[in-house]
């Protein structure tokens, strides 16, 4: 069977369309010199490669070495919690993420999950699905499936290699650069902290126009928050060290689509109908980075509660590691934690009110395995109906990210004037609104023209996180 929702531009893939318009291309097995002559050819006809191509052939066979070399590095502490059994597992590890990086850049089929972890099913299905879309002829291969499946695929074999080796299947291969992250944004997070606790003290005396104008600067400084990917940079330190609220004016020209005033309105007129008719207004963020990212979100939750803007968050997670820096339960924990036990004071005074909202259950941590699916958000009504009924009980849905982006739209080369509504095939549990800084070739809803005087002038604009967009669409919204 194939999935439900089909319609729409094919899907990106490592070695498809190269620029807009030509034909598809493929990899095949050459020789040194043939494999030399190839490129020469591809590089005079199209120019530069795709970025799908890229983050196949270069970026991600250094995240798989770095995970590598994150384990040899802790081969001590192995022993010391599990003796030579935890030397073994950690020697068999590497050697099933070694053989991952080799079929990864020699174009070898991708093979089915074998850890009989609850979601391997649903993964094995999909790759069937994929084959089954390629026919008997050909394999699924690295170079041949959508970009968006293998990238995924990647990281859920890492994972696998840890499950398959116990003692050490809880282990984080990303967590030191995550932690690295959090603390080389410290003069950041003081600085959001410092200026949330000003806004605290005085936000009851607000105005209509001062909670908006409040309202938009801390979307924004989420938004741009999104810049701290680590999958971007391959694990490479990413962090946010100025003082994120000194740069908004000038980064205002390079969101190109802002639907500020839609979340606004949807935002309020939620708050006015909860405070007539007593009930629970509810934002749920859709989280992707940890480290800065994450504290930027912590800080919009804060005031979207203090403001009553929102009576509870429900913040979504992803299950394992994922994409080097994607926010996960533990992550979470260890973030407020930081926060409430940082030597500076408004640091710790956030992340004590930030651990009295989960006490107090204001602030709701959900990790549905859906989130490290390969699927399309179109999807999800019919491969996860509990999440996807969870989500139409808000009142407004953030989706941080760029990952989160491309399932929402599912990974096409759409034209960039197509709308954000048709790019979502379906997919509407709720008013939702993508913040994210573009950092793969996928883009809808500019105006006509916009997107190819970009690509004339700035060839690479979708996939550097210069450019940003905060879109909003509502199922409601006529």
Known sequence: ???????????????????????????????????????????????????????????????????????????????????????EAEKAAIGLMSKLRNELQTDKPVLPITDGFPDAAQWNKYLEQQQARLGSEENTSWFRAPWLFVECYMYRRIHEALLLNPPMCNFDVFNEAKTQGFLESQQAITALSTHLQKVNEKVKCFKETELKAELQRLLQVALWGNRCDLSISAGVANPQKLNPLTTLDSLKPLILVDDFESVWCQLINSKRKGTSETACTRVDIVLDNSGFELVADLVLADFLITTQLADEIHFHGKSIPWYVSDTTKTDFDWTLKQMKTSCHQQMSSCGVAWENNVTKGVWIYQDHPFW???????????????????????????????????????????????????????FQPAPLCSLRTLKADVQVGLKPGLGEQLAASEPDWMTTGHYAVIQFNSPLRK
């Open 372 to 426: 490290t699916f390969p699927h399309e958000f179109c999807d999800m009504s019919r491969v996860a109906n509990d999440l996807y009924a969870e989500l139409q009980k808000s009142n407004v849905i953030f989706f941080k990210g760029d990952l989160n982006y491309r399932k929402l739209t599912g990974d096409r080369r759409w034209n960039y004037s197509v709308p954000f509504e048709t790019a979502l095939r379906g």
């Open 1 to 87: 069977a194939t999935p439900a929702v089909t319609s729409g531009p094919r899907s990106l893939s490592p070695t498809a369309r190269w620029r807009r318009g030509e034909r598809e291309l493929r990899l095949v097995p050459l020789n040194k010199r043939r494999k030399e002559e190839e490129e020469e050819k591809r590089r005079k006809r199209f120019g530069r490669r795709s970025f799908a191509y890229l983050t196949i052939t270069e970026r991600l066979p250094y995240i798989v070495t770095k995970a590598v070399d994150t384990l040899h590095r802790h081969t001590d502490t192995f022993f010391a919690q599990y003796g030579q059994e935890g030397v």
